[in-house]
């Protein structure tokens, strides 16, 4: 008896031990059943679990005893006879007369013999699971057996509950990691006393480090680090081990693989002996794409706040200009005049006339830089059009070209001689022209002599634009990320990176190409082509005979606010043989338009009382009772462009432009 006891001491603790080390619940069940073998002396058994619907066992062991069994394995073992009162009463039963009890008639054909059998119910909770089943004892079995496989039942019952939990741990370590993957976080721990660290599978990921390599223990882990972040995260670790300070940084890391990262980590003290920190735990998390959006962001913020501020420029641009065109238009044709009048008194030769000259000549060098500044710094709309790339391309050097000169860079231009029309945007095809010539410019800013060379042709139906510099030449390494964003080769402060990036997508958005050539100390070469288009804007200026009067006595009437532009707009058109009246707002006109009627109206835009626009906007609603109607204007506006007039005269103008306007118009 004593040594029964002893062994059943002994098969406690062996269950006991296989609970705390054996994650396999069939290995565990297994090991006890063997044991309740042994103890009750049974030969043959199994262990088996509640199917989902709660009507059959599945089996999932069953020794025989070495005899022969030959009912099929796959044959399904409902809940009834014995097996039913021992779940539904949820106790230990047994049989010793059992192959002569009525619970025979259940048995399949080809079954094992029983001479006696018993069945123990695993429960959980109020819950009967699974059955222990044991039989072919050699003499009968016995409460005090009833007692035993009780007791070793429920061990298998805590096994089959650790294995739920595990189970279960397993799912959610599974959820974890996959939600890990998604958010690209992970877990690690750090032993303080073995100096060893623990990650979780996302760490490894991250790290793109082996599952089976060795982790970096709180030593090592700092090398991975850029050495610009090294000293803040020892501070942290110091501040979370001494301080109790919850760490919390943001570095760029580099990974096993070599891959630089961008990573947050946060932790915080697990465990205490004798009030010193031993274990620290936390997250770890790739935050590489957050970090680049919020570049990003940052970027797009600056390029608002910039499009703001040229928006701000431009609206300025469009006020001082008109201010400066009003005055430039009275000086012209003061000039103009006096240079008439001159040549009528024969006084030409004089050096009277080349002073005239030379002032006519700086007044239209003012209106050019003031066209361009207008024209560069108005909203387009993404409004493509036919554009001459000559022209724009000298229009954006009348802004900018002072600059280059200020800074000894020879600008070389080798044009087609023909007209080279191209489809875009006016206004960003200046973008592209400018930024390339800053990049050009940037690059010679070592040479002793700076040069840039700007030539336009035509080859097989493209318009092909090259910038050439003569610079130090840009290496290959270079030269395949160029147009990435954000790529820059140029000092912290001196250029995001966003220049070139934003040029290819005009030039793409175009229908254009871009591409970059360049060998190191050989200068560099930006070649942009577009689609050739074919029908240009057409222009008849030549057709016209220039500064012929044009010997009629049609009425005109003159309306603007600037007493001196009118006087000269009246002198000017009397030379032309018109017979002129003249306003001093759109209200005055208006009223002198109701009163008469005139073959030629010129309107100013910007008036008191009322606009020209608004008086232009009346007049194209009433029926008509009035000749054509031209709109002058200081402004480059595509809301000017749109009025219904016969024509703009865009300010400072000239005896010329203005007759030969009227001879158009009167052609037409």
């Not at 919850?246 to 990573?263: M, V």
């Not at 962001?297 to 001082?320: D, H």
């Not at 009629?552 to 707009?569: G, H, T």
């Amino acid at each position: 008896m004593n040594k029964l006891k002893d062994r059943m001491h002994e098969i406690s603790n062996g269950c006991i031990e296989l609970l705390l080390i054996e994650k396999d619940f069939q290995t565990t069940a297994k090991k006890i059943f063997t044991y309740c073998k042994e103890l009750t002396g049974a030969t043959a058994g199994y262990v088996a679990l509640l199917n989902t619907v709660g009507d059959e066992n599945q089996v999932l062991f069953l020794d025989a005893g070495g005899r022969e069994c030959f009912v099929d394995k796959d044959l399904p073992m409902p809940i009834r006879g014995l097996r039913e009162v021992a779940y539904r009463e949820k106790r230990v039963v047994y049989d010793n007369n059992f192959s002569q009890s009525v619970w025979m008639k259940f048995m399949p054909s080809g079954h094992v013999d029983l001479k006696n059998v018993l069945f123990a119910p695993l429960i959980i909770g109020e819950q009967a699971l699974g059955l222990l089943g044991l039989s072919n004892k050699e003499g009968n079995f016995t409460n005090d057996d009833v007692e035993m496989v009780e007791y070793l039942s429920k061990f298998i019952v805590s096994a089959l509950r650790n294995s739920y939990v595990y189970q279960n741990l397993l799912e959610k370590e599974d959820l974890l990691n996959q939600m890990g993957d998604i958010a690209k976080i992970g877990g690690w721990e750090m032993d303080l006393l073995t100096r060893k660290a623990k990650w979780t599978k996302g760490t490894y990921d991250i790290m793109e480090i082996g599952y089976t390599e060795q982790i970096p223990g709180p030593d090592e882990h700092i090398e991975y680090y850029l050495p610009q972040y090294r000293e803040m995260i020892i501070e942290a670790m110091d501040n979370l081990i001494n301080k109790d300070i919850a760490l919390d940084f943001i570095a760029e890391a580099t990974t096993a693989r070599g891959k630089r990262k961008w990573f947050r980590a946060l932790g915080k003290s697990m465990e205490y002996i004798d009030g010193k920190c031993v274990r620290i735990a936390g997250t770890f998390q790739d935050i590489t794409e957050s970090i680049i959006k919020e570049k990003e962001n940052e970027n797009l913020q600056k390029q608002l706040l910039q499009a703001s501020r040229l928006a701000s420029i431009g609206e300025l641009a469009a006020g001082v200009g008109h201010e400066i065109n009003n005055p430039l238009t009275i000086m012209s044709g003061h000039t103009e005049l006096l240079e008439k009048k001159l040549k009528k008194m024969n006084l030409s030769e004089l050096d009277l006339t080349k002073t005239i000259l030379s002032q006519k000549q700086s007044i239209e060098r003012i209106s050019k830089i003031v066209k361009a500044l207008m024209t560069y710094s108005k909203t387009d709309n993404n409004s493509d059009g036919v554009l001459n790339l000559n022209d724009t391309i000298e229009n954006t050097l009348s802004l900018i070209g002072i600059i280059y000169e200020q800074d000894n860079i020879i600008i070389e231009k080798q044009f087609y001689p023909g007209d080279l029309f191209i489809k875009g945007d006016h206004g960003k095809i200046k973008q592209v022209i400018t930024n390339l010539l800053s990049n050009a410019k940037d690059a010679t800013i070592n040479n002793q002599e700076r040069k840039i060379i700007l030539e336009t042709n035509v080859d097989a139906n493209r318009v092909v634009l090259k910038i050439t510099d003569n610079g130090p030449g840009i290496e290959s390494v270079v030269l395949d990320k160029i147009f990435d964003t954000f790529f820059t080769t140029k000092e912290v402060g001196k250029g995001a990176g966003l220049g070139l990036g934003i040029v290819k997508n005009i030039v793409e958005n175009s229908n254009g190409t871009i591409e970059v050539k360049s060998k190191p100390g050989e200068g560099a070469s930006v070649i942009v082509s577009w689609p050739q288009e074919l029908n240009g804007v057409l222009d008849f200026s030549n057709d016209v005979e220039k500064t012929e009067p044009l010997q009629k006595k049609d009425k005109a009437l003159v309306i603007d606010d600037e007493e001196e532009i009118r006087q000269l707009m009246v002198i000017q058109l009397c030379e032309c043989g018109l017979i002129v009246d003249e306003a001093c707002n759109g209200q005055d006109g208006l009223d002198k338009i109701n009163n008469n009627f005139y073959d030629y109206i010129f309107a100013d835009i910007k008036m008191p009382q009322m606009s020209g626009d608004k008086l232009i906007n009346i007049l194209s609603k009433r029926k008509k009772d009035f000749g054509k109607i031209f709109v002058m204007t200081g402004v480059v506006d595509e809301y000017v462009e749109k009025l219904p007039v016969d024509g703009i005269i865009h300010k400072p103008f000239d005896f010329d432009e203005l007759c030969d306007l009227i001879k158009e118009t009167d052609k037409e």
